[in-house]
């Protein structure tokens, strides 16, 4: 019997041989990369979405053009290969000019990985008119009835609501109404309470419009009925009733009529981005919009729905970051209530989409 060890084969010769094996036959490399590549996809698209969406908002604070590029489709294949080859000769080493035994190894592997992405500009008169197009009042009455916080809702998607001015960073620039942040601190309390609820019924002439009810679920407290008499005071409605028509438009209602003038996406972006502190010389130098006009003192302020910083040095701790012209602008990750905001903006700027929606973005993982 032959021993092995006058081959000199070492273990590192052994090593060699099972891993160009392993690759060689490595038949299930889809199933071990799926929930790698789903979650890093998922993870790169959601990173990708949140700098462009702040880029976006930087662009416009200085007065440059928006672009928005989505991912139409993500192909990711991959390829796995891997050669072995093992010789050897047994001779007479008492044979004249005899070498002996000896065993010769070889092999080469390969890995591939070749991802293509699709990106799908976002233009077209289908496009404009979903940026353009305001957010059905109904539809943030909805969502207020689903939970979530009337104050962020207001102060983000509605210019006026019955003569009561939000801020206005376009146009002929302004502050807001002091008693529209009175309004909303009311409206969040009395969400906040449980104590009184807000539903919407659609309208039957136009289901875009309906009725909001000022209702108690419970015994209301003292001081949530004041908060409930401060509402229908600031709006002017009729303090008698509990029912009110919503309907769109800037004028004054009043009555049992409540008229909401709701923002676009395009308006909610340009509106977010007047909360940016830019550089001061980039304002003295008018490259860029003043920001968002402060109230005076004594009067009633409302927290800012977003906050993003700037700088020359590249933030530590960001929850998004992008870097416009040698500056970088971000969002602490600390800072909840912005980062909630700028989340949710998404689903504000799908609340105005018209028209049918085109495909999702695919992702197709070729594995073999």
């Not at 060890?5 to 490595?26: D, F």
């Not at 989505?70 to 000769?89: L, P, R």
């Not at 009175?182 to 104590?195: E, T, W």
């Amino acid at each position: 019997m032959m021993d092995i060890s006058c081959w000199g084969v070492t273990r590192r010769h052994w090593i060699a041989v099972l891993t160009i094996a392993s690759l060689s036959g490595c038949t299930g490399l889809g199933a071990v990369t799926l929930d790698r590549d789903r979650l890093n996809y998922t993870q790169a698209v959601a990173n990708s979405w949140k700098q462009q969406t702040l880029l976006n908002i930087v662009k416009l604070r200085y007065a440059d053009t928006p672009i928005f590029v989505d991912v139409g489709q993500v192909i990711s294949g991959y390829e796995v290969e891997g050669t072995f080859t093992a010789g050897g000769s047994i001779g007479n080493k008492t044979a004249p000019g005899a070498l002996g035994d000896f065993l010769n190894l070889g092999g080469t592997g390969r890995y591939l990985d070749r991802p293509t992405v699709t990106y799908v500009p976002l233009t077209g008169s289908d496009f404009i008119r979903t940026l353009m197009t305001p957010i059905p009042p109904i539809r943030l009455f909805e969502l207020i009835e689903s939970g979530w916080p009337i104050g962020l809702l207001f102060n983000t998607c509605v210019q006026s609501v019955n003569g009561l001015s939000n801020s206005k960073a376009s146009g002929t620039r302004r502050a807001a109404d002091p008693d529209f942040f009175v309004l909303l601190k009311s409206l969040q309390r009395i969400q906040d309470s449980g104590a009184v609820g807000l539903a919407v019924t659609p309208g039957k002439e136009k289901p875009s419009e309906g009725m909001v009810l000022f209702f108690p679920t419970m015994p209301v407290p003292p001081d949530i009925e004041k908060e409930r008499e401060q509402v229908k005071r600031l709006l002017r409605l009729d303090p008698h009733k509990t029912e009110f028509r919503i309907i769109y438009g800037a004028a004054f209602q009043g009555g049992d009529t409540v008229a909401l003038q709701t923002r676009s996406a395009f308006q909610i972006l340009l509106e977010l981005s007047s909360y940016i502190q830019v550089p001061e010389e980039d304002i003295r130098e008018h490259r860029a919009y003043p920001g968002v006009q402060l109230l005076s003192e004594g009067q009633e302020a409302y927290p800012y729905p977003v906050r993003i910083l700037s700088g020359t040095s590249r933030p530590a701790e960001a929850f998004v970051m992008v870097r416009y012209n040698d500056v970088w602008f971000w969002i602490d990750n600390r800072d909840l209530r912005s980062k909630a905001s700028f989340t949710f903006l998404l689903v504000l700027m799908t609340l105005s989409e018209t028209g049918e929606k085109g495909p999702s973005p695919i992702l197709t993982i070729r594995a073999n």
